[in-house]
């Protein structure tokens, strides 16, 4: 508001200077001296006005590639209610100077992602509720992401429990503990029914699908769970089916439609992430005997491939798709969307993307890494720098995993390979949570469950590089 004051104060002198007519030196009503004392007063006036108008005006600096940002937690707003598991503090985003995150040598960095790992490991299991789940409703608050109906929740839940007990099925196989979890987390999802849309305007629910889908399919693909195969194939085959239905007309998947409502979303505010993370999804559920309904695959992949832009990016979503040249398009605003698109390319055989696409990929997102880290704990989404939001951060950084695990060994993916695992080092919390958005009280169980996928797809990549 304030600066287009001061532009439109601007303007006036502008057209106030352009339109004076020339002094008349002797023979006006004023005298060219007087004449040109008022003109100068006119000028100091409009320009004061300028300069105020424009002080008023904020401008965001550009952030230095050293600077990284990290949740500072505080301890003295924890609650404990009976049965549920304490509500996380509002998390204040702290700058860390450089000289607190100092890379970890090749040598190091494999015993630090294991006890990164470990760390990660007992927060789960001390934090999983009596009922088996993770996360909760509740909010310390006073805003919160748009909910809708409470039906959210119930999404928000299920996807939470889903990605933790998913990242549990590694440790399960030495750690008792980890099996108990995982074995309570599996009864407590399949006790539910499956999330269903908030509204006709709302499709949270797209998280749970796409989650549940990795999950069944890392339970059929373990011998250990035989007990849970039965359950879990019959639950996969609901998701194949509501998964279809609430694609998008144009083969999207988003979790707003707000212009329409119909039997099948719009497809007006589908995502690119979202798309590319459920093509995956069904691509896991494909190889355990899911049966994905004829043209879903399809649908989802052209829609991705509209959304890829020149640059190597690719737009936010179907109503971003034109505006290649928006902030949150380009590179630096993207990087952490992006890993999951080209996974899913690859995937499909689609869109050109090779191992090499895959390695570039990753190497964006080291190369502007500062930009989606100063979104990460922020209150806001989409406030920081180039839009970008914390609540894909670690969402993206799996899917980075997950690129690097395509690419053929090379000192090139090496690089890679340490950079990611160290980042999952550096911005571990000390209490052994991850964190990067405060979403009510699901976002350190879901952020933990990112953070162990990752670095379980890391551990074998580290030992590879640096035996």
């Known amino acids: 508001m304030f600066g287009s004051t001061a532009r439109r104060s601007s303007a006036r002198f502008a057209s106030a200077h352009r339109m004076a007519p020339r002094p008349r030196s002797c023979r006006g009503s004023l005298?060219?001296?007087?004449?040109?004392?008022?003109?100068?007063?006119?000028?100091?006036?409009?320009?004061?006005?300028?300069?105020?108008?424009?002080?008023?005006?904020?401008?965001?600096?550009?952030?230095?590639?050293?600077?990284?940002?990290?949740?500072?937690p505080s301890q003295s707003h924890s609650t404990v209610s009976d049965g549920v598991a304490a509500v996380p503090p509002i998390q204040t985003p702290r700058v860390i100077p450089a000289s607190e995150?100092?890379?970890?040598?090749?040598?190091?960095?494999?015993?630090?992602?294991?006890?990164?790992?470990?760390?990660?490991?007992?927060?789960?299991?001390?934090?999983?509720?009596?009922?088996?789940?993770?996360?909760?409703?509740?909010?310390?608050?006073?805003?919160?992401v748009f909910l809708d109906t409470q039906a959210s929740h119930f999404a928000f839940g299920t996807a939470t429990t889903a990605l933790v007990a998913?990242?549990?099925?590694?440790?399960?196989?030495?750690?008792?503990?980890?099996?108990?979890?995982?074995?309570?987390?599996?009864?407590?999802?399949?006790?539910?029914?499956?999330?269903?849309?908030?509204?006709?305007?709302?499709?949270?629910?797209?998280?749970?699908?796409?989650?549940?889908?990795?999950?069944a399919a890392a339970v059929l693909d373990d011998d250990s769970l035989a007990a849970f195969h039965d359950p879990m194939r019959a639950l996969m085959a609901k998701e194949l089916l509501l998964v279809r239905r609430e694609q998008g007309t144009e083969g999207g998947w988003g979790y707003y439609d707000f212009n329409y409502t119909?039997?099948?979303?719009?497809?007006?505010?589908?995502?690119?992430?979202?798309?590319?993370?459920?093509?995956?999804?069904?691509?896991?559920?494909?190889?355990?005997?899911?049966?994905?309904?004829?043209?879903t695959y399809e649908d989802a992949t052209r829609a991705v491939l509209r959304m890829k832009l020149p640059s190597g990016t690719f737009a936010y979503g179907t109503y971003a798709q034109l505006a290649p040249r928006a902030d949150y398009n380009k590179v630096s605003g993207s990087s952490g969307r992006l890993q999951s698109c080209?996974?899913?390319?690859?995937?499909?055989?689609?869109?050109?993307?090779?191992?090499?696409?895959?390695?570039?990929?990753?190497?964006?997102?080291?190369?502007?890494?500062?930009?989606?880290?100063?979104?990460?704990?922020?209150?806001?989404?989409?406030?920081?720098?180039?839009?970008?939001?914390?609540?894909?951060?670690?969402?993206?950084?799996?899917?980075?995993?997950?690129?690097?695990?395509l690419v053929p060994p090379s000192p090139e993916r090496a690089e890679m390979v340490r950079w990611l695992a160290q980042v999952m080092v550096h911005d571990q919390n000390p209490d052994g949570s991850w964190f990067d958005y405060p979403l009510y009280n699901y976002g350190r169980a879901y952020g933990t469950g990112f953070a162990l996928l990752t670095l379980e797809i890391l551990n074998p990549l580290i030992k590879e590089s640096f035996p």
Not at 194 to 200: I, Q, T
């Open 262 to 295: 119909g039997i099948n979303p719009s497809g007006n505010e589908s995502t690119s992430f979202n798309t590319a993370a459920m093509i995956l999804a069904m691509k896991s559920a494909d190889r355990q005997g899911g049966v994905v309904p004829d043209g």
């Open 342 to 405: 080209n996974v899913a390319l690859h995937a499909m055989h689609a869109g050109g993307v090779t191992p090499e696409v895959l390695l570039r990929g990753v190497q964006h997102l080291r190369d502007t890494h500062q930009y989606i880290e100063i979104g990460r704990g922020r209150t806001r989404p989409h406030e920081a720098y180039y839009r970008t939001s914390g609540y894909y951060y670690y969402f993206g950084h799996y899917y980075a995993a997950c690129a690097l695990a």
């Open 166 to 215: 998913w990242s549990l099925i590694e440790p399960a196989h030495t750690d008792s503990r980890c099996r108990g979890a995982l074995e309570r987390g599996l009864a407590n999802l399949l006790s539910r029914d499956p999330p269903g849309r908030a509204s006709g305007n709302t499709f949270y629910s797209v998280w749970s699908h796409t989650y549940l889908l990795e999950l």
């Open 101 to 144: 995150k100092q890379p970890i040598p090749a040598a190091e960095i494999a015993v630090a992602a294991q006890r990164a790992f470990a760390r990660g490991i007992e927060w789960t299991l001390t934090n999983q509720r009596p009922n088996g789940a993770w996360g909760s409703f509740e909010s310390v608050r006073l805003s919160e």
């Open 31 to 72: 005298s060219a001296k007087k004449w040109c004392s008022l003109m100068v007063d006119r000028a100091l006036s409009f320009s004061i006005c300028a300069l105020i108008a424009t002080s008023c005006t904020t401008v965001a600096p550009k952030p230095s590639p050293s600077t990284a940002i990290s949740p500072a």
